[in-house]
DNA sequence: AATAAAAGTTAGGTATATATAACTTTTATT
DNA sequence: AATAAAAGTTATATATACCTAACTTTTATT
């Protein structure tokens, strides 16, 4: 149906934010867009009008600002894998949490969701650490420190 | 000294390219380039022009292209991560080969160098799969089948 | 050496996503 | 209700990175 019509890394991020807001203050408000995004104000506008050609927000000019079923269905998978990653990063990987978040952020993108159903499964085979009676990930952070 | 000039996502693609390029038949041509990139011959000249100036790669009309010493740094780097990335997707998440080298290709710009850093740690950590005597990746392939 | 083919370049055009500044609509204050 | 402030929009401009088609230079073939 709407398979291949692949979003751009900005417009999947609009779809993060928006659904954030949502959850947040009910409905998305474009200068708080402009905020999270980091972005003037004036620049909101245009992508608005674009997802909502997509049928992905809810957009009347000066009106309220939400998502679709179908912008949230993505929202929610992005912001899924975001968390993941997030995750990987900062627990299993000792990334700083701020950097980790920012990071996550940008992996999310790249990785598509087979893969990430993948990470998600690393991770909770680690926090089973099978094989041991210790803590998995405190045995990496040992192992970190052993070498040099 | 150049550290705060990040590079955009194209043009550390063009970098680790013309790095290949180089290592296998010596010096980059611009078809070639277009070829691994997926890019017309056209649009090829405008960006190692951009490059040229930022002193990454050596460039004069119709001549040979080559990295500089800075721009063949960044693109071994680039490399490094993108290796170290998808040998994780592939050994490690068991994402399929083809596929883990496509995401790989994306998130090696998304990865800064110290988180790159703690995964090859991590994978490192888990080839020697400590406080188990068995192999650990494969510990993780049974864990994914056991469940559903 | 002449000429055809291949490789590389240029110019003009497109798409995306942003900024700025002036303008309009909405909301809040008196 | 009048007006000031805030929020949102529009128009114009910029930057990146690409395409196509015509053109130029280099290389290979006869």
Same mark, same amino acid.
């Given at each position: 149906?709407? &398979?291949? =019509?692949?979003?751009? %890394?900005?417009?999947?991020?609009? *779809?993060?934010?928006?659904?954030?807001?949502? =959850? /947040?203050?009910?409905?998305?408000?474009?200068? %708080? @867009?402009?905020?999270? *995004? =980091? @972005?003037?104000? $004036?620049? @909101?506008? &245009?992508?608005? +009008?674009?997802?909502?050609?997509? +049928?992905?927000?809810?957009? %009347?000019?000066? $009106? #309220?600002? /939400?998502? /679709?079923?179908? $912008? %949230?269905?993505?929202?929610?998978?992005?912001?899924?894998?975001?968390?993941?990653i997030k995750d990987f990063l900062f627990r299993v990987l000792q990334v700083e949490e701020?950097k980790a978040d920012?990071?996550a952020?940008?992996?999310?993108?790249?990785?598509?969701?087979?893969?990430?159903?993948?990470?998600?499964? #690393?991770?909770? #085979?680690?926090?089973?650490?099978? $094989? /041991?009676?210790? =803590?998995?990930?405190?045995? #990496?952070?040992?192992?970190?420190?052993?070498?040099?």
């Amino acid at each position: 149906m709407d &398979g291949k =019509n692949k979003l751009s %890394e900005n417009s999947e991020d609009y *779809l993060e934010v928006i659904l954030n807001l949502q =959850n /947040t203050q009910k409905v998305a408000r474009s200068k %708080e @867009i402009a905020k999270k *995004l =980091n @972005i003037q104000r $004036g620049s @909101i506008t &245009g992508m608005l +009008k674009k997802l909502s050609r997509k +049928k992905l927000v809810n957009y %009347e000019p000066y $009106g #309220f600002i /939400t998502l /679709t079923k179908k $912008g %949230e269905k993505i929202a929610r998978e992005i912001k899924r894998r975001h968390i993941i990653i997030k995750d990987f990063l900062f627990r299993v990987l000792q990334v700083e949490e701020k950097k980790a978040d920012a990071i996550a952020c940008r992996m999310e993108h790249a990785m598509d969701k087979s893969t990430v159903d993948m990470l998600l499964k #690393f991770i909770a #085979f680690i926090d089973k650490h099978p $094989g /041991t009676d210790s =803590n998995w990930i405190q045995e #990496f952070i040992d192992f970190c420190s052993d070498k040099e």
